[in-house]
């Protein structure tokens, strides 16, 4: 059969995820209610379900039909790169929160007054980034510039740069905010700030850099 994949890639490739627990930290964070969390995680396990939904399905899918304007392997391929994010990206959210919020310390700090001309600047630009877009905001590290940058996703597949590593995620869509904050995104993102664990996003930098 056409769509059929046979052989040692058989599994690989559409290996399932699961997900992964929630920390029961973030159940006790400040300016950011437990229903809110509880929620966005059973949003986060819907991506992950979706994504071995569309991972099953990409086992036999008719590939002797693909067409770049229509066919069930274009639509799968494309729901594949927006749930998969979807996925990736809430486990790097949840992952630097439940810390103390303040400043990061040691290389990565450095880091972004090196990238940025001082801290100021950056926590300043994170902030605004994240009333501008309307998904996402990720302080990524360019593997060929060696420079920090914030950049903005509207969505899980778009505004996602290639060779940039994420070291701190902040997710803005309303689900993360709006049971307690209703339109006032801007509070929102200053709860966040006050629970960034620091520890987990210099793990990050520190894992790339060394």
């Known amino acids: 059969m056409d769509g059929q994949i046979t052989g040692r890639y058989a599994s690989g490739a559409f ?31 819907g991506y992950v379900n979706k994504t071995n939904e569309i991972r099953n ?6 590939r002797a039909s693909a067409n770049s304007t229509y066919s069930p392997l274009r639509e799968l391929k494309v729901e594949e790169s927006y749930a998969t994010n979807g996925v990736k ?20 700090y450095e880091a972004i007054v090196f990238s940025y001309g001082s801290y100021e600047f950056w926590e300043n630009d994170f902030k605004a980034s994240g009333l501008a877009s309307r998904g996402w905001v990720i302080l990524s590290y360019d593997q060929d510039d060696g420079f920090l940058h914030s950049y903005s996703a509207d969505a899980h597949n778009v505004g996602i740069f290639v ?4 070291i701190l995620v902040l997710d803005v869509y309303e689900h993360a905010y709006y049971i307690d904050y209703g339109t006032d995104r801007r509070s929102y993102i200053e709860a966040f700030f006050q629970n960034i664990n620091w520890a987990v996003a210099s793990a990050r930098f520190h894992a790339l850099i060394r």
Do not use: C, W
């Open 15 to 45: 290996t399932p995820v699961r997900a992964k627990p929630l920390p029961p930290e973030l159940l006790r964070l400040r300016g950011i209610s437990a229903r809110t969390i509880q929620e966005h995680y059973k949003l986060y396990e």
């Open 57 to 62: 399905r990409l086992r036999t899918v008719d």
């Open 89 to 108: 990206l809430h486990e790097l959210y949840f992952g630097n929160l439940g810390g103390p919020g303040g400043r990061p310390t040691g290389a990565l």
């Open 163 to 166: 060779r940039m590593q994420p």
